[in-house]
C-alpha cells in the first residue's frame, strides 16, 4: 500500500493555561470543523476564577479580595426588659444581649462553671433565651475569610465560660471585643454598653459582685442537688 500517514501529537495544555478559565460567555465549542470560531482572549482579571487560591485571599495578580459584612445582633433580655427598655435607654441604663453575625452564623459568649470555652454560637437573630431586638450593619471586615476562621478560634481559647462576670467579661464585652479583632469600619454603639458601664461606678460594682457571687453559689447548689436525683433515677 501507499505510505501511511503519522498520528497527529496531541500537545497537553501548558500549566499557565490551566491555570486560569473564564467564568463568564457561552459555553465552549465542540465543533471540530475547521471554520470554527477561534478562542476569544480572556478578558480582564476580574472575569478569571483562579484555581486552588484559598478563600478570601489575595491572589497575586491584583484580584479583589472577598469582603465580609460583619453585624451586632441585640437582644432584649427577655419580655418584660423589652416593655421597659426604652425607659432604660433614656437613663442610660440599657441591658442587653450581644452576638456578633460573621460567615454565616452568630457568635457569643456565654457562663458556664467549666473551663471549657465559654464562646458559642446560634443561628443570626435566633438566640433560644433572649428577644431579638435589633441588627446593626459593622461594615465589612478588613480581614480574609481565613482569618476571621482563625480570629473566632482566638476568642474561644481566651474567652473560658467560668471566666464570665456580669459587668466586667460578659455578652456585651465579648462582641465589642471580637468587633475590633475583626476589623471592622463601625464603633461598637455605647448605648448597648449602658447597663455594663454602669455597673462599673464606685457605687455598684460592689454590690454587682455580691450579687453573682450569691448567683453563682446558688446555680452550684443546684446542680449539686440535682446529681443524686438523677443517680437515684
Avoid at 482569618?147 to 459587668?167: F, L, S
Wanted: aromatic share 10%; glycine share 8%.
Amino acid at each position: 500500500g501507499g505510505d501511511e500517514k503519522a498520528s497527529p501529537t496531541l500537545t497537553p495544555p501548558s500549566a499557565d493555561e490551566d491555570q486560569l478559565f473564564p467564568t463568564r460567555g457561552g459555553s465552549a465549542s465542540t465543533s471540530s470543523s475547521s471554520s470554527a470560531p477561534p478562542p476569544q482572549p480572556l478578558a480582564a482579571p476580574q472575569d478569571l476564577y483562579v484555581r486552588g487560591a484559598p478563600v478570601g485571599t489575595l491572589p497575586s495578580d491584583g484580584l479583589p479580595d472577598r469582603r465580609c459584612k460583619v453585624w451586632l445582633n441585640i437582644y432584649d433580655i427577655n419580655q418584660t426588659t423589652s416593655h421597659i427598655t426604652p425607659l432604660l435607654l433614656k437613663l442610660g441604663l440599657g441591658a442587653f444581649h450581644c452576638g456578633v453575625e460573621v460567615l454565616g452564623d452568630e457568635w457569643f459568649f456565654a457562663w458556664g462553671e467549666t473551663d471549657y470555652s465559654g464562646v458559642v454560637w446560634n443561628e443570626p437573630k435566633c438566640h433560644q433565651v433572649h428577644v431579638f431586638r435589633e441588627s446593626l450593619c459593622m461594615g465589612e471586615s478588613a480581614l480574609p475569610e481565613d482569618e476571621i476562621r482563625m480570629v473566632i478560634a482566638r476568642v474561644m481559647d481566651v474567652w473560658p465560660a467560668n471566666a464570665y462576670h456580669p459587668i466586667h467579661k460578659n455578652c456585651v464585652t465579648f462582641a465589642e471585643d471580637l468587633l475590633v479583632a475583626l476589623k471592622v469600619d463601625q464603633p461598637f454603639p455605647a448605648w448597648a454598653r449602658g447597663a455594663v458601664d454602669a455597673g462599673k461606678c464606685c457605687v455598684l460594682a460592689p454590690l454587682a459582685n455580691f450579687v453573682w457571687r450569691w448567683v453563682k453559689w446558688y446555680c452550684g447548689r443546684e446542680s449539686e442537688e440535682q446529681v443524686p436525683f438523677a443517680r437515684a433515677q
